[in-house]
């Protein structure tokens, strides 16, 4: 079956733009996480979506936002981008609870 | 708060040479522990879990509760071992995962 799939792989961006990311997980999965992932924070977490509902937050501002459609594909909003907001999202996607979260390739902002 | 930490940033071993990749957790529960790992130009992929006891390429880990430690092990590294490895945890609440910050495995000829 298809894996997780994020688009686009690859955006550029302006300070004070906003951008939309989006995530098409694993037929069957209602589960959908996002991570940032920076050479110098690593991989932290964002937020988690099951069933259209945001179950978990990480500790990012709100200029940081998410949704999952009825299908289950969700999106991310950044809002008034900074510098600071380059790194490669990531979008992972769970069957259950606690099962094998499912990676994307990942999208790779750079905000200039 | 639940926390991660791969102390080791980088672990150079020589091809045949037994490895082990360190993690400690703090979590006041019962946590899910997972290694992933990511290797050139791939997704980052699940390599094993603690509830499953698997060995997955030869690679296995035990959980510690008393040192709340999930080592990383295999007797004898290859080339192909050669990736980033990351330890996460899973608390009581959903999916969401807490990342280490990942050991750079090089395995040398």
């Known amino acids: 079956k298809a894996g997780v799939t994020q688009t686009p792989r690859y955006l550029i961006k302006t300070r004070g733009q906003q951008v939309t990311l989006s995530c098409s997980p694993i037929?069957?999965?209602?589960?959908v996480s996002w991570y940032q992932q920076t050479p110098g924070q690593g991989l932290q977490f964002l937020f988690e979506y099951f069933s259209e509902t945001q179950r978990n937050k990480g500790n990012f501002p709100g200029r940081f936002s998410g949704r999952q459609f009825s299908n289950s594909r969700s999106e991310m909003n950044v809002s008034t981008l900074e510098l600071g907001d380059s790194a490669l999202y990531l979008c992972?996607?769970?069957f259950g609870e606690g099962t094998e979260a499912f990676f994307g390739q990942g999208t790779r902002l750079t905000v200039v | 708060a639940q926390r991660v930490t791969q102390p080791e940033k980088l672990l150079s071993v020589f091809k045949g040479a037994p490895v082990e990749l360190k993690c400690n957790y703090s979590?006041?529960?019962?946590?899910?522990l997972f290694w992933y790992v990511q290797y050139s130009r791939q997704r980052l992929q699940l390599l094993l879990r603690?509830?499953s006891r698997e060995s997955i390429k030869g690679f296995t880990a035990d959980l510690n509760k008393g040192e709340t430690s999930f080592h990383l092990k295999k007797p004898f590294a290859q080339e192909e071992d050669s990736a980033m490895y990351y330890c996460?945890?899973?608390?009581?609440?959903?999916?969401?995962?807490?990342f280490g910050g990942g050991t750079r495995l090089m395995v040398k000829p």
């Open positions: 996460a945890l899973v608390g009581n609440a959903g999916n969401m995962l807490t």
């Open positions: 603690h509830i």
């Open positions: 979590y006041s529960g019962s946590p899910e």
């Open positions: 037929s069957g999965h209602r589960s």
């Open positions: 992972a996607s769970s």
